[in-house]
């Protein structure tokens, strides 16, 4: 980008409204298909295939698959041909910190997920109660981790405050932790910091 105009001056616009698709690599189509069609009951609304890929060119055939959920929001994958599967991640943080949550709506709904999940033989970690949302986390048949949840505390989002604070103080406490090469200051903090949020 050449000479970006500085954020405070740039046009300000609307946030963006929603998540439109978010998209993933898949080596499984089929199992694909069945699992978020079958198991999740999200229909299979779109396909797409090309030789090439549109925005770069890339040579690189593919489909292009788009699976809907409630608010029309999708999860969609490519499958190409030929390509490697992925290295593995340079530590098992990855596989659980990176996820996506879809919302069912209820606690109670979340409860009925699993059972669902238990007639079927899913695999799953939960229910997990994170005081502001309640949660069920399991694996689709690529490997991404994917939670189902709902609002306990619907007042969640309204603390930009206490979270801008926190990104601060989180921040110090992290470059400190790199300078001295030990994470027990941030540790205390993180507990000191979790205690008040559970008052
Ligand atoms: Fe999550």
Redesign the pocket.
């Known amino acids: 980008m050449n000479n970006p105009a500085p954020i405070r001056t740039a046009k300000a616009l609307a946030p963006p409204k929603g998540l439109h698709h978010t998209a993933y690599v898949t080596h499984d189509v089929e199992g694909t298909v069945k699992f978020y069609t079958e198991v999740l009951g999200m229909p299979l609304v779109s396909a797409v295939v090309d030789d090439a890929v549109p925005s770069t060119g890339d040579p690189w055939p593919y489909v292009h698959l788009f699976f809907e959920m409630g608010d029309g929001s999708t999860i969609a994958f490519f499958e190409s041909v030929g390509l490697p599967k992925p290295s593995p991640v340079s530590h098992p943080a990855y596989n659980i910190f990176n996820?996506i949550?879809l919302n069912v709506g209820s606690r109670a709904e979340v409860d009925r997920w699993i059972e669902r999940f238990q007639a079927l033989g899913v695999d799953y970690i939960g229910p997990t109660d994170h005081g502001i949302i309640y949660?069920v986390y399991f694996h689709d048949p690529n490997g991404i981790r994917l939670?189902l949840?709902a609002d306990i505390d619907l007042n969640w989002r309204d603390h930009t405050a206490e979270a801008t604070s926190d990104i601060e103080s989180w921040s110090k406490a992290k470059r400190r932790a790199i300078e001295m090469g030990d994470t027990g200051e941030l540790i205390a903090w993180v507990k000191e910091r979790r205690g008040q949020h559970k008052k």
Request: hydrophobic letters at 20%; proline letters at 0%.
């Open positions: 996820h949550a949660s939670e949840t």
